[in-house]
């Protein structure tokens, strides 16, 4: 009885906890959601007000006016697309030969590629400038897929080196007997076995790109502009436009929210793949 109780006192403790920080990433959400739907005098009133007093969707209206935003958004959309794409190609196959073919050069480059994950951004920043300028690549959505991609192969390489991990080598093994190159092995057997992971990592890897501003920033002006500059615009030497900048966040957050619960059976499947062996 008394270790039932405890079972249950933990439980509830482990609830709470999960409440709470559930609580802590929605309620920022649900104030931005808010701000979002606040007429103009709402959202400068002081002290602020968390509801709003009377709905509208004057700064929805506002923002998808905003003639440099569609555009924007498409560029932030095909960058993230592309970026996830090419982060795969390069990152998939290198991290299953580094897994399952261990040798002492591909143990030191997944810690190579751990090592490149800690060096901030910003000191990448100017040497990317330079490089995509004397290349003409400047501004452009390719250039901005590359430095992107420069990030996002390293995250997507050690975060399929671990899916890989948890992979019977039996698997090719068995594939090998009958009759398949390691090629069709790779391509017909573990591809399939490992798409929950491919589609965290791919996630993952979107959201980097997605959410991605100081490259943007300093390596696009006005052609390969994204979105999470154009929302920065609305912050002028005129004053801060909340409501309109709310009002943005909130749609550019839209596709990402839509992706994680179209892909969440996969994303379960992946966090838990190799959790159990044998």
Same mark, same amino acid.
């Given at each position: 009885m ?13 609830? !709470? ?10 309620v ?15 959202v &400068? &009133? ?9 709905i ?22 095909l ?20 897994? &399952? ?34 290349i ?47 090629? &069709?092995?790779?391509?017909? !057997?573990?591809?399939?076995v490992?798409?929950?992971? !491919? ?10 790109s ?28 005129y ?27 996969? !994303? ?11």
């Open positions: 008394i270790e039932r109780k405890k079972r249950d006192l933990g439980g509830t403790v482990i609830n !709470i906890f999960a409440l709470l920080l559930v609580l802590s990433y929605a920022p959400y649900v104030y931005l959601l808010m701000t979002a739907l606040k007429p103009a005098a709402d &400068q &009133q002081i002290p602020p007000s968390f509801f709003p007093n009377r509208t969707l004057e700064n929805f209206r506002t923002v998808l006016a905003t003639p440099s935003l569609p555009a924007a958004f498409a560029n932030s959309l960058v993230a697309v592309l970026t996830t794409v090419l982060s795969l190609v390069l990152a998939v196959p290198a991290a299953y030969v580094a897994t &399952q073919y261990r040798r002492s050069f591909t143990t030191f480059f997944l810690l190579f590629a751990l090592v490149t994950r800690m060096v901030p951004a910003v000191s990448l920043g100017v040497p990317l400038f330079t490089l995509l300028k004397s003409g690549l400047l501004d452009t959505t390719l250039g901005l897929v590359l430095a992107h991609t420069s990030t996002a192969v390293p995250l997507a390489l050690l975060l399929m080196a671990a899916f890989f991990e948890g992979l019977p080598k039996e698997l090719e093994e068995a594939a090998r007997m009958d009759g398949c190159t390691r090629f &069709q092995a790779f391509v017909k !057997i573990i591809l399939p490992m798409r929950s992971g !491919i589609a965290v990592t791919a996630l993952f890897s979107f959201i980097a997605w959410n991605e501003f100081l490259y943007a920033l300093l390596l696009t002006s006005e052609k390969g502009k994204t979105a999470p500059i154009v929302i920065a615009e609305y912050n002028s030497v004053g801060l436009a909340w409501g309109p900048m709310t009002a943005a966040a909130v749609l550019y957050s839209l596709p990402v929210i839509l992706i994680t619960l179209l892909l969440q059976k996969q !994303i379960i499947g992946g966090l838990t793949f190799g959790a159990v062996k044998g």
